[in-house]
Antibody
Framework: EVQLVETGGGLVQPGKSLKLTCATSGFTFSTAWMHWVRQSPEKRLEWIARIKDKSNNYATDYVESVKGRFTISRDDSKSSVYLQMNSLKEEDTATYYC?????WGQGVMVTVSS | NTVMTQSPTSMFTSVGDRVTMSCKASQNVGINVGWYQQKTGQSPKRLIYWASNRDTGVPDRFTGSGSGTDFTLTISNMQAEDPAIYYCLQHNSYPHTFGAGTKLELK
């Protein structure tokens, strides 16, 4: 059974940092391209980042709104993908999902507020 | 960026109805479109990939069609468990982009 479990969310002040972790199982993680998507409180979905596999040099892509602030990374030995979020803004408040091959995690909430 | 425009924004339907919703891309995305169903309190679940391929376990009342810029999701026989928000996603180019969703409710 494919499982993706996100952790690391919470309440953080504007300008601070947070790191999300997505632990996976049930599929061959090392060859999977992994994505992060977020959903605003208004239910709008936004794709934010992708990391390819080793054979594709772990290439990354980001949506413009998070470029330079967010970093996606992975550890194939732990079947995990990460999202380092720096310089957080109130508009980053959302539920963050990791996904791959059509499978989604349960999501983790991030609230940016003073 | 490719804008995905979904319509209608919301709709009310009855059990047994045939339901059709639309997703229009601002540029050609080929068949690189998926449809997702999100029920209240749950994560989105993919129903359709590559515009018309049903995911494993998805009832055959769900049908996706289209290519290029115009895509459709059809529910042939609305069931009580189908109320949800339905989203389309294009993965033809980065950034991938979602439509704003169609909220489907029972009368």
């Amino acid at each position: 059974e494919v499982q993706l479990v996100e952790t690391g969310g919470g309440l953080v002040q504007p300008g601070k940092s947070l790191k999300l972790t997505c632990a996976t199982s049930g599929f061959t993680f090392s060859t999977a391209w992994m994505h992060w998507v977020r959903q605003s409180p208004e239910k709008r979905l936004e794709w934010i980042a992708r990391i390819k596999d080793k054979s594709n040099n772990y290439a990354t892509d980001y949506v413009e709104s998070v470029k330079g602030r967010f970093t996606i990374s992975r550890d194939d030995s732990k079947s995990s993908v990460y999202l380092q979020m720096n310089s957080l803004k109130e508009e980053d408040t959302a539920t963050y999902y990791c996904l791959s091959m059509g499978y989604w995690g349960q999501g983790v909430m991030v609230t940016v507020s003073s | 960026n490719t804008v995905m425009t979904q319509s209608p924004t919301s709709m009310f339907t009855s059990v047994g109805d045939r339901v059709t919703m639309s997703c229009k891309a601002s540029q050609n995305v080929g068949i690189n479109v998926g449809w997702y169903q999100q029920k209240t309190g749950q994560s989105p679940k993919r129903l359709i990939y590559w515009a018309s391929n049903r995911d494993t376990g998805v009832p055959d009342r769900f049908t996706g069609s289209g290519s290029g810029t115009d895509f459709t999701l059809t529910i042939s026989n609305m069931q009580a468990e189908d109320p949800a928000i339905y989203y389309c996603l294009q993965h033809n180019s980065y950034p991938h982009t979602f439509g704003a969703g169609t909220k489907l409710e029972l009368k």
